[in-house]
Structure formats: structure tokens, C-alpha cells
């Protein structure tokens, strides 16, 4: 089977390995994909043939698809998500872990046979730019053609990754199957996948590395160079290669000057990383551009300054909630060539979803299939629904998104949704301080994993569901940058909070355009400017030191979100104490200090 692929590459480990998964999953053709608009527009028709996509109307949305899932495949899984190696304690007691040896047998057995009757794609792509020595090389098998279209937005796919790859390059395997193989005569159906919630799995080995994906269809689960390379097994080859992958956004603030700096910025799943990556400054004379939404790969220059690329090309965003007041450029970025799945589907043909700032359709088909009225009590779109689409059509993409060594970071945000506690925004006085803030960080839950939503729970840098090894190991990791280069030259760590809560439930903060306020003190103090106060938990805005100009923001309202309210974080200082025995003797000692530090300076000692 593997004969038509001995064509395209010389690689023997490569083709040794399509072999044995032909061999394994038992497909009826195998397709390689080349990565060029031939074939994307072939992919598309192939899945409208199955009912997968529905081609919206081309007036209103041009070359744009419509997907909806089968309802039990609608986000990421992450109890069905696994690190396995050899010892648990690599893995950590913050992942899923089976011994690696076990799990292998058990994944070949669930594989045996699992696309018969479908077609194979194998997908050649690459985390970076092609070519580039900072890029990763995945190859995807799969027997989704759902997969092949939103891996070709995401990521960089086809012959010219072969040819990057030569006859020995390094590459990570991923196999993914929607686990539904078909019998002699027997129909497809829209969404194939497995049904039984227990019998999915999203599977890393990172010592391989290797990737092998059971019976979802669905993002996360099944775009395997996203989350489970570019984060998963990424972490892991990061920490062995000292670099970081992480879950951040990267974005340049451009002054009324025209003076640039660079953010990352770490935030839970669902929390507004888009929105912020891209977002319209309220400010005049500000400008954000963006050069990533979800991951960012950092490593130390030449010069001793820690440099981020974005290695993906698309956005898989969140779609309910964004509209024209919330992300003007998100709404521009999928006006065309992009694919939304779980949206609600208007009689013209558009998708429409919750809070799009476009008034409900009087009829439209919702994200199951079935009629719908604003009468309906139910949603129109899944609140997961996710667009997806081509980085390159971001009004605001910054002209270095794709630059191969990145772009120097002069500030890291980290955050989360808090109702409370957590103010609107705190330098940390140092990076072991910075490293610890962003070990304490917490949000509560939202509907883009399955379990239960408003909820609050620790989410270390944002990397909870995502880093691939054993999450102490990897705060040392954090910590261990300081020593790779002048401490001096590594970019400020703040933390902010953009989700803070009145007393009667509204949000003291208009965030979007406005969170440009924040930015500009960030800017500022980077630059060795912006007044700051120094509180227990860090240094906050002095008063006065945030740009409120053209806002009517109450008093009161600012007053609670720059203050530190003492009694709230002894609390979070105990709790976050109970956290950290988690991590027994893998939590870094400097962590610890930091802590008995924080607490005496909240005893005021
Ligand atoms: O629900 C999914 O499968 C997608 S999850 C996702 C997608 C894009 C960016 N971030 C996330 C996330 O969960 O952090
Ligand atoms: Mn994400």
C-alpha cells in the first residue's frame, strides 16, 4: 500500500511506519496529500459527499463550509486524554498516565481493522515554518477528510514538508482514526465516531514521540499537530531541547510613536486569548497586530532574548460570543475560505450563533440538525462551536507572524476568569516570582472541555490540559530559563484578570478594545516607565498609572479591581499550599520559597 508513497519519499522509518499502519487499520485507499488548493477544493467535495460539510452560500460566504458533529464529539476529552510512559511519575499527577508498553498493546488491538472501508489520508505537516531548524515534522494518518481540510488551514501540509523532511529527518507519527469502520454496504454517516465516551482515547507516548487518536473527530481530539504536538509532545521534546511550547497568544503593541513590543500571553482555554490576540485598542494611536492565538514556541537568541513563533497557520476559535463588538477581526479573518463546525445554519445559507451581535433568525437549522425559532429553549450553536480559518486573512496579522526565528518577547501575561481576589493586572518583582504566579494560576471552568463549567480550578500557566510530562519537572523547567541567559533580558511577567466581579455579579472591567488600558502599562513598565505600587502579591498600576482617558469607569469599580484584598489571599496562599503537595518532591524548592514568601509578606512580615 505503501508503494504509491515510495514515490514521494525516500524515508525508510517513514515508510516502514505508513506501512505498518496500512497493514494495522486496514484501509480500503490510501490518499497522500500534496497541500495544494486542488486539493483542499477535492477534500471539501469529498466530505460534502458524505454529508460532513454543507457549502454555505457563496455570496454571503465565500469557499466557506458548515460541519456539525455527532453530539457526543463536541470538545476535547481530557479524561480519555493519556501521557503514557514507562514510570507514572513522569507523566505527573496532573495527567491521565498508563505504562507505555501496555497501552500500545491495547491501542493496536482497538486499531486492528478500524478503517476498513474508508479511505486513508496521510497528512505531511509541519509546526513552523517548512524548513525552519525551530519547526517540528508530524505526519497524520487519519480517516477523517473533516481532519485533512482543517489540518490544511492549520497547519503547513504536503510535498514541500517531504521534501523538508529528506531521507532521514525526524518526524512525529500520529494516528488518528474516527473509529467507526464500515462494513460491506453498510452507510456512512455525517460524523463517524465512537459512541461510547469510555472508548475514545487521545494518546501521547513522548518518548517516541508518538501520537495515536481513537474515536473522535472532533478539534483537539483529532487535529493532532494542535494540541497534542504542538503542546503535548512539544513540552517534552522542549524541556529535553531547552525551549518552551506553550499555550499562549502572541501579539505586538505598537505605540502612537510606532514603538513595538512583543506579548505572550497564557490564558485557560476559553478565556479570550483571540479576542485579545487581535483586538481593536480603544486607545488612540494604539495598534495590536497578531501573530498567533493558542501556541507559542519560545527559545533564548542569539542576543540572550527569548524569541516566540507561532508554529500553526489558522484559527480554530471559539464562535459563540464572537461578533463585530467583541472581535471585529476575527468576524473579518472567516468572511471566507474557512469552516465552522456546531454553528447554526440560516435559510440564506450563512451560519449565525449566541451572541454574533446579529439579531436570531427568525428559522434557522440548529448545530443537531433540527429547526430552530428564538422561541426554541435551546441553542442555536453549541457553545464549542469553533470556526476555522486561514491566519493569513487576519486583518491585523503582523507582517513577522511567519518570521522562522520568531520575534523577541518583552512581556508574558498570564491569567484566568476569576470572579474575585485576583485584580486587573500585577507585575511579578522578578522571574522566580513571575515562575510562581504563573504556577499559581486558576480559572474557573467553560464549556471547551467536558466538565462541569464555572468551576474553579488550578490551571498552571494555562498548561493543565497540555503539558506532556510531569508538570513539577516542568516549573523547573520555567525556572531553569533564567539560567540559560541574563535574567535581565527575559521578558516581565504580569498577571492579569479581565473577568473580576462586582459584588451584585457584573464585571468591573469593559474588557476587549478597553484591556489596551492594561497593555499600555504593561508597555510602559517594560520600558522602564508606568508607575507602579508594590502590594504583598506584586506591583500594581499606581493610582493614576492606568490610562482611563475617554472611559467612564466607576470609582468604585476601579477601585476593587486594583485592590488587594488580604483576607482573600491568605486564602488563595492555603489553597494554593494544598495544590502544591500534588507535586511532592518534583515541586521545585524556589516554588515553595516563593510561597512561605508570599505569606510573609501578606502577615506583613
Ligand atoms: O474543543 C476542542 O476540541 C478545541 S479546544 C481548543 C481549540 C483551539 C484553541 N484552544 C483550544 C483549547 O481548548 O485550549
Ligand atoms: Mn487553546
Not at 218 to 230: D, I
Amino acid at each position: 500500500m505503501a508503494a504509491a508513497f515510495e514515490t514521494l519519499t525516500k524515508h525508510s522509518r517513514l515508510l516502514a511506519w505508513l506501512t505498518e499502519v496500512v497493514q494495522l487499520c486496514k484501509p480500503d485507499n490510501v490518499y497522500t496529500c500534496d497541500g495544494s488548493a486542488e486539493e483542499y477544493g477535492y477534500i471539501c467535495e469529498v466530505a460534502m459527499k458524505h454529508g460532513t460539510f454543507t457549502r454555505l452560500n457563496d455570496t454571503l460566504r465565500p469557499d466557506c463550509f458548515l460541519a456539525r458533529s455527532h453530539p457526543s464529539d463536541v470538545a476535547r476529552v481530557e479524561d480519555r486524554t493519556f501521557i503514557c510512559t514507562n514510570d507514572q511519575i513522569e507523566a505527573g499527577p496532573t495527567n491521565n498516565w498508563a505504562p507505555a508498553r501496555e497501552m500500545k498493546r491495547k491501542l493496536c488491538a482497538i486499531f486492528d481493522g478500524c478503517m476498513e472501508g474508508r479511505t486513508m489520508y496521510i497528512i505531511p505537516f509541519s509546526m513552523g515554518p517548512v524548513g525552519s531548524p525551530f519547526s517540528k515534522i508530524g505526519i497524520e494518518v487519519t480517516d477523517s477528510a473533516y481532519v485533512v481540510a482543517n489540518m490544511t488551514i492549520m497547519t503547513r501540509v504536503g510535498t514541500k514538508v517531504l521534501e523538508a523532511l529528506g531521507s532521514d529527518g525526524e518526524f512525529v507519527p500520529c494516528l488518528h482514526s474516527v473509529g467507526a469502520p464500515l462494513k460491506p454496504f453498510q452507510g456512512d454517516v455525517p460524523w463517524p465516531c465512537e459512541r461510547d465516551p469510555n472508548h475514545k482515547y487521545i494518546v501521547h507516548f513522548p518518548d517516541d514521540p508518538s501520537i495515536w487518536s481513537y474515536g473522535s473527530g472532533y478539534g483537539g481530539n483529532a487535529l493532532l499537530g494542535k494540541k497534542c504536538l504542538a503542546l503535548r509532545i512539544a513540552s517534552a521534546l522542549a524541556r529535553k531541547e531547552g525551549w518552551l511550547a506553550e499555550h499562549m497568544l502572541i501579539l505586538c503593541l505598537t505605540s502612537p510613536e510606532g514603538e513595538k513590543r512583543y506579548i505572550a500571553g497564557a490564558f485557560p482555554s476559553a478565556c479570550g486569548k483571540t479576542n485579545l490576540a487581535m483586538m481593536r485598542p480603544t486607545l488612540p494611536g494604539w495598534k495590536v497586530t497578531c501573530l498567533g492565538d493558542d501556541i507559542a514556541w519560545m527559545r533564548i537568541g542569539e542576543d540572550g532574548r527569548l524569541y516566540a513563533m507561532n508554529p500553526e497557520t489558522g484559527f480554530f476559535g471559539v464562535a459563540p460570543g464572537t461578533s463585530y463588538d467583541t472581535n471585529p477581526n476575527a468576524m473579518e479573518t472567516f468572511t471566507r475560505n474557512s469552516i465552522f463546525t456546531n454553528a447554526g445554519l440560516t435559510d440564506e445559507g450563512d451560519i449565525w450563533w449566541e451572541d454574533m451581535g446579529v439579531p436570531a433568525p427568525a428559522h434557522l437549522i440548529d448545530w443537531e440538525g433540527d429547526d430552530w425559532t428564538p422561541d426554541s429553549d435551546r441553542k442555536a450553536a453549541h457553545p464549542n462551536a469553533r470556526f476555522t480559518a486561514p491566519a493569513e486573512q487576519c486583518p491585523v496579522i503582523d507582517p513577522d507572524w511567519e518570521n522562522p526565528s520568531g520575534v523577541p518577547i518583552s512581556a508574558i501575561l498570564f491569567g484566568g476568569r476569576r470572579a474575585g481576589t485576583v485584580p486587573l493586572v500585577y507585575e511579578a518583582f522578578d522571574w522566580e516570582h513571575g515562575v510562581f504566579m504563573g504556577s499559581a494560576a486558576g480559572s474557573e471552568t467553560t464549556a471547551a472541555n467536558l466538565s462541569k463549567t464555572g468551576v474553579l480550578r488550578h490551571d498552571p500557566f494555562a498548561m493543565l490540559p497540555f503539558c506532556g510530562y510531569n508538570m513539577g519537572d516542568y516549573f523547573a523547567h520555567w525556572l531553569s530559563m533564567a539560567g540559560r541567559t541574563d535574567p535581565q533580558k527575559l521578558p516581565r511577567i504580569f498577571f492579569v484578570n479581565w473577568f473580576r466581579k462586582g459584588e451584585d455579579g457584573h464585571f468591573l472591567w469593559p474588557g476587549y478594545g478597553d484591556n489596551s488600558r492594561v497593555l499600555k502599562w504593561i508597555f510602559e513598565r517594560v520600558g522602564g516607565g508606568g508607575q507602579a505600587v508594590k502590594t504583598p502579591i506584586g506591583n500594581l498600576p499606581a493610582p493614576g498609572a492606568l490610562d482611563l482617558s475617554g472611559l467612564e469607569l466607576p470609582a468604585a469599580d476601579l477601585e476593587a479591581l486594583l485592590t488587594v484584598d488580604v483576607g482573600a489571599w491568605k486564602q488563595e496562599a492555603a489553597d494554593l499550599s494544598e495544590y502544591y503537595e500534588e507535586f511532592g518532591d518534583r515541586l521545585p524548592t524556589a516554588l515553595r520559597g516563593q510561597l512561605e514568601a508570599l505569606k510573609e509578606r501578606l502577615h506583613g512580615r
